[in-house]
């Protein structure tokens, strides 16, 4: 009798537990449900997404890339950085773009945001990712781009994912030279002239055919524009800013021409120069570089990879890095004396 009145009470109480965590699963399903329907109604009707006008866009109608944009979930996410998470946005299994999602700053901050986005949609450049428009909403904006199939110099370069190519020394020139290109485009040739103040592998973005894009410029410019954050926040990455930079926090033009020369680095050697084993023994890849160069022992930091390649067109290269190194900046070339260098390195050899 007791043992089968045990069993009843086990068997209801288990059953109720059941219930409840199903009850309590559905609320919490349903909730996140509301809140996706909820940010997709805000979008839809206190949004304002803007294109900008190209070929690529032309076919394309704002309502229904807005509508893409409002449905991306987790798993289109390809990346995420400093500023925002991107995602990869598919339009008829053809068309493919980069979404870049920020958060929102404040009303004034969003004008300013608006002003300098119309002026990069100006931009156009084969070395330079087209920034096709954005939109924004009560929440987020979102930054529209070219996708780039092979992603980031920095992911291709030191490997974390499945794309393993390995980077030959050609294909390493030519994206020195493009990216070297899309800077001095962006200092030279835009009015007004752009400082990107973000140079590092990872906003170096690579084309079907390895070309190098540099990307993000602007964005570092955009996100410090809020008030409270400029005595405190350092644009830019550690590990490729200009020394002088943390004295005066003021951007430069050949604080670009630095961060580029770290970037022209890790073309060479291979090594990440955010590495952990650099900041354990307190030397930065470029000290390092550096003391080695001196000594004329450029096979020593040299990448592994490129042992086999032409020894004169490396040595150049390495002599470029260090001088847009340089610690004076006034010392260290343009970005277009940079591009000239580099441009030099291919035609002595065929002369
Ligand atoms: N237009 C793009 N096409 C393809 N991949 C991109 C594009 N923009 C960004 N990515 C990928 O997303 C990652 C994160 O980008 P971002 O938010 O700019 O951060 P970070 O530049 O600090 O890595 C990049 O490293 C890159 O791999
Ligand atoms: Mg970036």
Redesign the pocket.
Known sequence: MEKSLLLAIYITSSSIALLAAKIFISLLLYKRWRRKQRVYEDGLSGGKMVMFRSPAMQSLTSNSFMKKILKLSNKDI?????????Y?LMINDSMA??V?RLNKGSSERERGFERELVAMGDIKHRNI?TLHGYYTDPRDNYLI?????N??L??VLHGRSTNKTILDWPTRYKIAVGAARGISYLHDDCIPHIIHR?I?S??I?LDQNMNA?V??FG?ATLMTADETHVSTFVAG?FGYLAPEYFDTLKATTKGDVYSFGVVLLELLTGKKPTDETFVEEGTKLVTWVKSVVKEKREEYVLDRRLEDCPVDEINSAFAIALMCLELEPAKRPTMAEVVKMLEQIKSENIV
């Open positions: 390809i990346g995420s950085g400093g500023y925002g998470t991107v990869k773009f980069a870049k990712v781009y070219e996708f780039m199939p992603g980031s920095d992911v973000d590092k990872s906003n973005l894009r990307s993000d964005l990455t």
